[in-house]
C-alpha cells in the first residue's frame, strides 16, 4: 500500500458498517427486544400460577363471622367472596372482608414476642423471648397475693363467647385477683340496657330484622357495618324502611327514609317523647301487653308518670326535632308496622349509657316486640364446650366497673384492639407504678401500642378460630374459620401462651390444643341434634340429626359450614321491667335528668358539642387490609383521621376558613384538625373523624403514639364519651 | 378449517355488555371499589398518594341535594368507566391503546401500548381514568395474593375499569371446554357486580332481548349521566327520585374530584 | 485513492452484514441448559402414554401446562431406570418437594392470555402447529434466552428476518394476528391481553 491506513479510512469503515447495519436484523430486532423488555420490568410482580381451586371459611375480623370463599391458586387465596344466598348473611362481605387475606401479610405485623421501648416520640421494639415474659408476669403475680386493690391481673376481651374467651376465664380463676374484663365499648354492649328490661341474666335475644317493616335507629350505623352487615342490607334491598336518629349526617343518616337529626345527647330524651306519645294517644295495645309482664299496670302507671314531663313540647325543645314529626314519627311506628327500635353505637363515640339504653330498648316493648315470634326473639346459647362447663370461670366484669388504679398485669387479646377505645379508659384503671401490660396481637399497632411487651399471635386464616353468634343473630349459630395459612414460625397462639404461663407458676393447664378445644365444642353441640348445617359448597342445609358422627360434623364445619340453631319457641320467664332491674323509677329518673342536662351547654369556654365519628373495623378491630386506601386516601368518600366537619355557619362564627388546620380544644387537651365546612352538620356541633392511624394501613418506618380525637374527649366515669364540650381554638 | 371459523363468525352476534346502576339501592359501602381493587391489582396508596394522584377504578362519591342541615339528603353513586359506545378517550388516544373491543362493546385499554400522555384522562368527562404516577408497590408478601388473571400495571401509563375483562376471558375459556362460543348471562359478571350486598348493581348483554338488563333498560326512571353530551355510554343508572337525577347530573359534570361532597 | 475508499467502506459494509445477520443473532440469545434432559419419546412410546395424560385442558377450561411433581409422582416415587436425568429429578426435585424451574419454549409476558381450549376445540389447530415436533423429542434442546426481553427465541421464530415466516412459526403477537385475520375472526386487544 502507498499510503498509510489512516484515519478517514477507519470513519470509512465505520461508515460503511453504519450503512450496513439498516440491512441487517440488528436495529429493528434492538427496538422490539427493548420495547418488550420496557413492558415487563423486573420489579413489577408477577402473580402466581397454578390451578385455581375453591376453599370456605369464616371472616374473623369482627364478631359477624361472614362466611367466605377464597378463590386460591394452589394453596394461596388470592380472593375472597360472599357465599350466595347463604342464610346467616345472604352472601355479603363488607369492604375490610375483601381483604381479610391480605391480613398475614400486613407490614405492621410482628413476628417475635417483643419488648416495646417507649420513648418520647417515638416507640421501638426489642427481641425477647417468650420464656422472659412468663417469668415476669409470674414475678409480678407472686409478689402480690394479698386480695386488695391495686393487684389485679387482668384480661382484657371484648369479644366474649369464644373458646379462647371461655380459656381466659377457666385460667384467671384459677390464679388470685385474676379478673376478666370487657371494654363494654362494643356492639353486644349496647344489649345490656335490653337485658335489663328483660331482668334476664341468662337468656340471649336476638333480631329478626328480616320482618320487620320499619327500623328506627338510635345512633346504630345500620347501613355502614352494624351487626352482621349482610342482614341488614338484605333487608334494606327488601324495602325496610330505616328511621335514623343521630345528630351526624351519616352515611347511613344520608340514605335512611326519615334523618332525625336530634342534638348531641337527647336521644334518650327524643325516645321518652315517643314513649310519651305512644302511650298518651293510646297508640299501644295494652292488652296484648299485659301478658308479658306480671305487675303489668303498675308498672305502666309508674312509667307514664315517669315520662309524663317528655311532651312532644318539651321533647321538640330538647331535640331540636319539631313536635308535630315527633308526633308524626310515633304514629309511624304503629303503622307502618311491624317496627323494631334499635339502640346501637357509633364506633368512635361509644355506646349509650345503661339509661339511655334503657330509655331507647324500652319503645320495643311498647311496640309489643319482645318474644318468640316478634322481632325481638330470644334465642338458645351455644353451649362452652365439655372442658369449660365443669371447671370455674372468672366472672365478666366491664373494666368501667373497676375501682381505679386496681391492675396491676393486664393482658389484652388481640381481637377489637383497635384505636377505638380511648386509652385513658384503661390506663386509669392501672396501678400508678410499673403496671404490666401484655398484648397478644398479630401487629404493633392500635391498643397493642401501648403495650410493654407483645406476643405474637396469629392473625386472619392463620389458626383455627370458632365463631359464636353475632349479638343480632335471631337464633344460636357457630362456625368455625379453617384456616389458609401456616402462621410464621415464633407466632404462639393465646391459648397455648396461657398454657406454658400456667405450666410456670404451677396451675392447671387447658385440655389439648385450641383446636381441640374447638373440636369438644362443636361435639357438645353435635350432641345436641339440634338446628341445621348449612354446607357451602352445595348451598343445602342438613338436619344436624341427619349427619352421621361427630366426626363427620366437624368436617362440614372445618370445611366453612355454618350451624344453626332452631328458633327458641319458649323464652325462660322474665318480667319486664322498663327501668332496668338494677333501677328503681328514682334513680332511673335521676340519671335521665343528669343527661337531659349536658346539652344544649351554655358553657361560654366551650360552647360547641364535640362528636366523634368513624367506621366499624376500621377503626375498633386493628389493622385492616391496605387497599383501604381506596375509600380512605384515594377517594374522601370516608373521612380521614382528624378531619373536622363544621357548619358554616359555625367556622363564620369563629372566623376560620375551609381546608384550615387548627385546634379543638376540651377540658382533656386539645388536638390539631383540619377544618372541612359542611352544611350538612348540625350548627354548634364539630364531628372529628377518628380514620384508619396510617401504621394501621400501609405501616410506617417510625412507628409513633399520635393522639386521636379519643384523647380529647371527655370520658364519664360509666365509660361513654359521646359527646364533649369544645371549642376552637385561635390560630 | 378457516373455512368454518368464517361460517361461525359470520353467524355471530357478538353481545354489547353494558350495566343499570340503581342509586336508590346503593347505600355506599364501599364494597365494590374494594372488590374492584382485588380483583384487577390495584395496589394500596403510598402515603403521599391523594385522592387526585390514587388509583380507583370503582369510585364512589356522595353527591349531596344541596340543601344545608336539617334537609341535606345525599345519594352514593358508583363512578367507573361508562364505556361510551362512542368514545372521546379512543378519539384522542395517539398510540392505539384505546380500543372500542369488537367482540364485547368494551372500551377496551392496553396499559402495555400506553406511552402515559394523558389525552384521555383529559377527554374522559367521567373521570375515571387513572394513571399509574408510581410503579406498584405492595407490602412484603402481599404479591402473592394478586389475582392471576390480571397483569399488574407499571408507573406511566393510563388504566381503568375494562368491566373485569380477566374474568370474560376465563367464562369464554370454561364455556369452549364444554363446546359452547358463547356465554350464557350469569356465566360472566364484573366483580363488582358480584359484591354489591343490595344488588344495586346489573350487568349483562344489552342487545339480548331476554336479559334481565335489557328489560331494565326500559324503565323510565332510567337515565344516563351527562348523556346530553351523546357519549352513547353503556351504563345506565336508575333512581325514581328527580332530585337524584338532577344532582348527579349537576354535581358530576361541574365538579372536579377533589369538590364532590365526599 | 477514491477507489481505496469505496473498498473500506464496502469493508465496514459488508462486515456489518455478515455481523447482523450470522453473528448477531447468537449473540442475543444466551443458551441456557434445562435442569435435566426430558424425553417425550421414552414417555409415549415406552409407557404408551398419550399427550393427553401430561397436557390437558381442564374442567374450567384452563390449561394444564407442563405437569407439575404431582401428576409426575403417580410414576417417578423413587427411581426408575439408570439416567441420570433419571436421578436428578427424583433426588433434587422430587424428594425436596421442589417443582423443576424449567425453562419454557414458549413462555410469553405476563400481560398476553392464550387459551388452549378455543384454539384447540375452535379453531382445530394441532400442538405442532406452534409448538413443533417438540412431543417426539429424545431430548430437551437448549433455552435460547433473550438477553435484553428474557424470553425464548421461540417467541421470535428460528428465523432472525422473520420474512416468510411459515404459519406456526414464531410467536409474537403479529403471528397471532396474522392467523387471526386469515380466518377472518373478530378479536380486539383484550382477546388475548390481560
Redesign the interface.
Known sequence: MS?RFNR??VM??????????V????PW??ID??S??T??WSWIP??LKG??NYKYSICTICSAGCPVRARNVGTQPVSLWGIKNHPVNNGALCPLGFGGHHLAFHPARLRHPVKIVHEKNKISTEKVSCADIISLIRKNIESKQTPQTGNLIAMLDDRPGRTVSYAYRAFLAQIPNGTYITTGTDETDSMQGLYEILGTENQEYGFNIEKARTIVSFGAPLLEGWGIPGRMMHARKNGCRILQVETRFSHTASVADRWLPVKPGTEAVFALGLANVLINENLIDTDKLSYQSANFDKELKNYKECIAGYTPAYVAGRTGIKEELIREIAREMTTETPSLVICGREPAAGPFSREEQIAIWGLNFLLGNIGPGNLIVPRRSVPAGASFSETKLASVKKISDLPDHSIRVLMIDEAESGHAIPWQLIERKLVADNPLVISMSPYLAGMTKRADYVIPAPTQYESCQDIPPSFDSQTATYAVSAPFYTPPENVIQPTEFLNRLAEDIGIEKTNGSYTDMIKERTAEIYEKKRGWIYIPHNGRLIETADVFTGQQFWSHLNNGGYWIDEPLEQADNYSISLFGISHDRGSFEKALRQIDKSYPSENTTYPLALVPFGWRGVVDSGPVTPLITKLYQETEFRKGTNRALIHPETGGFSRLRDGAQTTIVTDSGELQVRIEFNDSVMPGVVHVALGPDQDSITGVKEVRIKENILSVCSLKDNGTWRMTPARIGTV | ??N???V??DNQK?PRYGMVVDLDKCTGCGTCSLACAVENNQQPATPDMTNRTGNTWMRMYKVHNGKPFPDSRAVFVPMFCQQCDDTPCLYVCPQNAV??????G?V?Q????CFGCRYCMAACPYESRYFNWWDPVWPEGMEKTLNP????RMRGVVEKC?FC??R???A????????R?ELREDEYIPACVECCPTEALTFGNLDDPKSKIAKLVDDPNIFKILGRLGTKPKVYYRTTRSWVRNAVDRNIYSETKETVHG | ?NN??IL??????????V???FL??SL?YQKLEQPFHFSHVTHTEMTGMSCNDCHY??????FSGIPTNENCSMCHMGILGETEDERIFVEEYMMQDREVPWFVYSRQ???V?F?H??HI?????SCERCHGEHGTSESLRPFQR?R????SRDI?GPS??RINNPAGIGMKMNDCIRCHE??????????C??
Open positions: 499510503k478517514r479510512d470509512k469503515i465505520v461508515g460503511g458498517g453504519i450503512a450496513g447495519m440491512f441487517t436484523p440488528i430486532k434492538l427486544d427493548l418488550i423488555w413492558q415487563n408477577v402473580p390451578d385455581i | 378449517m378457516n368454518r371459523n368464517k361461525t363468525q357478538h380500543e372500542l373491543d369488537p367482540m364485547t368494551i377496551a392496553i396499559p402495555e401500548r388473571d390480571v397483569s399488574p375494562n375483562h380477566g370474560w376471558q376465563r369464554r375459556a370454561k364455556a369452549a371446554s364444554e363446546g362460543r | 485513492m481505496k475508499g473500506f467502506f464496502f469493508a465496514g459494509f459488508i462486515a456489518m452484514l455481523f447482523g445477520w448477531f443473532p442475543m385442558v381442564k374442567s374450567d377450561g384452563q409476558p405476563e400481560n392470555y387459551p381450549v378455543q376445540d375452535f379453531g382445530e389447530i433473550n435484553l426481553s428474557g424470553y421470535w432472525i428476518s386469515q380466518s377472518e375472526l373478530t378479536i380486539g386487544c383484550i382477546g391481553h390481560k
